[in-house]
């Protein structure tokens, strides 16, 4: 289709739908004029030189007919909804643009949150492991360190047990030979040492006074100490000892028997 940007075609028109008007216009006025009878006319002439101007009559133009604007302003009207269109179409995508980087931002910040939640997780799962793991490793050393303690007081133990014995057996030698009543006294002191726990303040030297009152069976009913070098631990243990003898021994002569006792406590260091 070709375009008529100068409007030639509507302007020829109108011109020719002048001309035919016109045309028209003379021949009625040609057939009105011949009904009409002749009349002499007076005819004023004017001399007309060959060098004279002939003007001719002026003829009204008619006004130009108005463009006709119909297809620009349907070209207008698809191009303001085009770009109505366009710009829907361009919010549109805005939004899907916006919710895609919400969502990977949401996304991203989930996976963070995972990654961080895991290594929040191995660190306390490594903690407690190491925590056991100390735990059990001082476990072990109590449990080595007690063993040894262990070892170590059954192996005293056994060895005051076979001084004990040695040592008792020296002194029922020893006894054989003194008096009834030496026999009876180193009797007594040799149970009452075999019933003492040392303590740990103990020191080499211990001498200590001990008075104790029995009755005829041995039994022990009072326990007294006078002088003594030990300090207060050391005392109560041979206070202790006194009483864990009891009964105490029986003299072999019933004639060296008293109720009331002076004993030495000289434990063997």
């Known amino acids: 289709m070709v375009r008529d940007t100068h409007n030639v075609i509507p302007v020829t028109l109108a011109l020719l739908l002048h001309v035919l ?57 698809e191009e303001l909804k085009r770009q109505e269109d366009a710009r829907i179409e361009q919010e549109r995508l805005n939004r899907i643009k916006q919710q895609e980087q919400e969502r990977k931002r949401a996304e991203a910040e989930a996976e963070r949150k995972r990654q961080a939640d895991a290594e929040r997780r191995r660190v306390e799962e490594e903690a407690e492991k190491e925590r056991k793991r100390v735990e059990a490793e001082r476990a072990r050393e109590a449990e080595i360190e007690r063993q040894r303690l262990e070892n170590e007081r059954l192996r005293a133990e056994a060895e005051a047990a076979r001084q004990a014995e040695i040592d008792a057996e020296s002194n029922r030698l020893d006894a054989m030979t003194a008096t009834a009543e030496a026999a009876y006294i180193f009797a007594i002191q040799q149970k009452i040492v075999r019933n003492w726990v040392r303590p740990p303040t103990a020191t080499a030297g211990i001498e200590c006074i001990v008075n104790v009152r029995q009755l005829p069976g041995g039994e022990v ?35 060296v028997f008293d109720r009331n006792l002076r004993l030495e406590f000289r434990p063997t260091d």
Do not use: H, M, W
């Not at 326990?223 to 009483?243: F, P, T």
């Open 21 to 77: 008007l016109f045309g028209s216009l003379i021949v009625v006025l040609d057939f009105g004029d011949r009904a009409r009878p002749a009349v002499p006319l007076a005819i004023k002439g004017t001399l007309v030189t060959d060098n004279a101007i002939v003007i001719p009559p002026k003829v009204e133009e008619a006004p130009p007919p108005r463009p006709d604007t119909s297809e620009q302003d349907r070209r207008r009207a």
């Open 221 to 255: 009913v009072n326990v007294s100490l006078g002088s003594c070098n030990g300090d207060e631990a050391v005392r109560r243990s041979i206070e202790a000892a006194v009483y864990k003898a009891s009964p105490l021994p029986a003299p072999a002569d019933p004639s």
